[in-house]
């Protein structure tokens, strides 16, 4: 994800950043202030730490790396250091307000399980992932002739840690599959929004979605 | 820094076991000062052989604290910013009152009529002290292993009374491998032909057996790393094999020392009073599940466990955190490296220190 922090310079209108990532400030600006969040994959913190001081929510976070959770704690950050695959299975139903899931569903074993369990114990869940639609991606694998290796995707095969590729058009066809609300979504490129042929040109991709309620048809 | 023990002297004490006894000493040390607001109190609570001297250098004894290394200006329970309080268990032997202790009944140590007692008596005792000092709410309870399983009755008992808990290499409830050792220990003691029922005070204490239940707990203190570190099969002051039963190993000569050694500042009867209290702790006792039995504690938690600790390892950590989470409640939880085994959280205290730092000084800035 170090990478994504050094996406090419902006040349149009750029989105704000929050610590140095614009996924981080749509993410910042999606997340009313005093409410409960969850934040999975959550590093060493910071992201919570912005959310505490800037919108006074309640955070949590669950991550897997033991360093980065002593940091987070060290930071006055409640962290439990755990894996998000099995990790959400002790939450009670919709214990949180917002469930953050940034940059980390490519690299979940079973991601459709862990969207649902977001969707179960939040009531609305933040997804931002590298579109794997980019046209960047696709150039590389058609002329390579192998597995993409770009600034968005920069690991050798055997050595990422991404293990389910997806684009824009994936996750808008499953959320209608499984029937989730797409509340907003916003594309980035660089530091820029856009909103033309975002699965072609999105960058990254961030949706706020939440379950269709009970008995009711709405249009998303 | 200096410290001296202080005494207090409570009438009486009402028991898990149906007994009342009475009256009741506590021994305990503070340091750092109370704010005017009394929101910075945090209590330490030892492990099976620890005692009210947890930092400083002891006026008595002129020897450091049993977590000196935590406990100071500066360190994880940082004294210039808290007032940081330890006291010695109920059932100790350390100026709390234990089966050492004067019968007022015969004027004899009451020996094994002292009635047997429990963690959570251990802590509603602790709950007289602080009323004492004038606490209304502490700002944390903290210990590792017998320590943490205290902090979980704290936090359970008495949920108004702590803003938040740090148990640190424990568990909620004893495992049978658990008591198993206890039970060992406790054999050893009532197999020395000088325990006598009990009954020693007047005579030679049950030292051998003492020194092996000592032995034994030394052993699952440390882990196969720490001791092929320290130990090795390096030879005690010898070239060769003695071919016989004097000491060979450096380990062996190692066990014997700790062993004896305790013998001189622990009495035998708390050993068995104090383990028994540990293997009868079980917080989901007479509750449909673990989760059930914590739906009280709303205290804000941080679970320490450590990788190489096979005495209380990180599952029974994690049982605690998840019933936690069971209910939502605000709980960190990190499992640190090291190889120390269950002696971690007393030695390896560096990631220890800045992860308690942290937690406490951002529990100071929402509860204090």
């Known amino acids: ?220 | 820094m200096l410290v001296e023990t202080h005494y207090v002297r409570f009438d009486q004490l009402a028991l898990d076991c149906g007994e009342t006894i009475g009256p009741v000493d506590v021994a305990y040390e503070t340091w750092g000062e109370l704010n005017a607001d009394k929101s910075n109190a945090i209590l330490i609570l030892h492990a099976l052989s620890g005692d009210a001297h947890a930092a400083g250098i002891s006026r008595e004894t002129g020897k450091p604290g049993w977590w000196d290394n935590m406990i100071g200006p500066g360190k994880g329970f940082d004294t210039s910013k808290y007032f940081v309080i330890c006291s010695n268990v109920l059932g100790g032997c350390r100026g709390t009152s234990g089966p050492s202790s004067i019968n007022p009944v015969t004027g004899r140590p009451y020996a094994l009529a002292f009635p047997v007692i429990t963690i959570a008596d251990m802590v509603r005792l602790q709950k007289m002290l602080i009323d004492y000092l004038g606490i209304p709410k502490l700002l944390a309870v903290a210990g590792g292993s017998m320590g943490g399983m205290q902090a979980l009755q704290w936090a359970v008992e008495y949920p108004d009374s702590v803003a938040a808990a740090i148990p640190i290499a424990t568990t909620a409830r004893h495992s049978a491998q658990q008591i198993a050792f206890n039970e060992v220990g406790r054999q050893a003691i009532m197999a020395d032909p000088d325990w006598n029922g009990g009954n020693y005070y007047d005579g030679k204490p049950p030292a051998r057996g003492l020194a092996i239940a000592r032995m034994i707990g030394h052993i699952t203190y440390m882990s196969d790393e720490s001791m092929r570190e320290k130990f090795g099969r390096r030879l005690r002051q010898k070239e060769k094999y003695g071919f016989d039963f004097s000491v060979d190993f450096e380990v062996e000569s190692y066990l014997r020392y700790r062993g004896t050694q305790f013998v001189d500042r622990f009495d035998a009867n708390s050993y068995l009073y104090i383990t028994k209290a540990l293997d009868y702790f079980d917080l989901s006792n007479g509750k449909p599940s673990l989760a059930a039995a914590m739906e009280r504690a709303t205290a804000r938690f941080l679970v320490i466990s450590f990788t190489s600790d096979w005495l209380y390892p990180s599952y029974q950590s994690l049982e605690i955190v998840n019933a936690l989470r069971s209910h939502n409640r605000d709980v960190a939880y990190c499992e640190l490296a090291s190889n120390y085994g269950h002696d971690a959280f007393l030695v390896e205290v560096g990631e220890q220190t800045e992860v308690v730092r942290g937690f406490l000084a951002s529990t100071f800035r929402e509860k204090g």
């Open chain 1, 1 to 220: 994800m170090a990478t994504l922090t050094k996406i090419s310079k902006p040349k149009g209108p750029s989105v704000r950043e929050v610590l140095g990532r614009s996924d981080y400030a749509i993410i910042g600006e999606l997340i009313l202030p005093r409410t409960k969040v969850l934040d999975l994959g959550c590093g060493d913190g910071e992201l919570l730490q912005w959310l505490s001081e800037n919108k006074e929510v309640d955070g949590r976070g669950i991550e897997i790396n033991g360093a980065k959770v002593q940091r987070a704690i060290a930071r006055g950050v409640s962290v439990y250091q755990g894996d998000i695959d099995q990790g959400l299975e002790d939450y009670p139903d919709q214990a949180f307000d917002y469930v953050i899931l940034s940059q980390t569903l490519q690299e979940t074993r079973q991601p459709l399980k862990v969207l649902s369990e977001m969707l179960r114990v939040g009531r609305h869940a933040v997804v931002a992932f590298p579109n794997f639609g980019h046209w960047s991606v696709r150039l590389a694998h058609l002329f390579s002739g192998r597995s993409p290796k770009t600034k968005l995707f920069p690991y050798e095969w055997y050595d990422s840690p991404n293990i389910h590729f997806l684009t824009v058009r994936d996750f808008e066809s499953l959320a209608k599959k499984e029937g989730w609300v797409v509340e907003r979504r916003i594309f980035l490129a660089g530091r820029r929004g856009i909103t033309f042929l975002p699965n072609l040109m999105a960058e990254v991709a961030v949706f706020l979605i939440r379950k269709r309620s009970e008995g009711s048809r709405e249009l998303d």
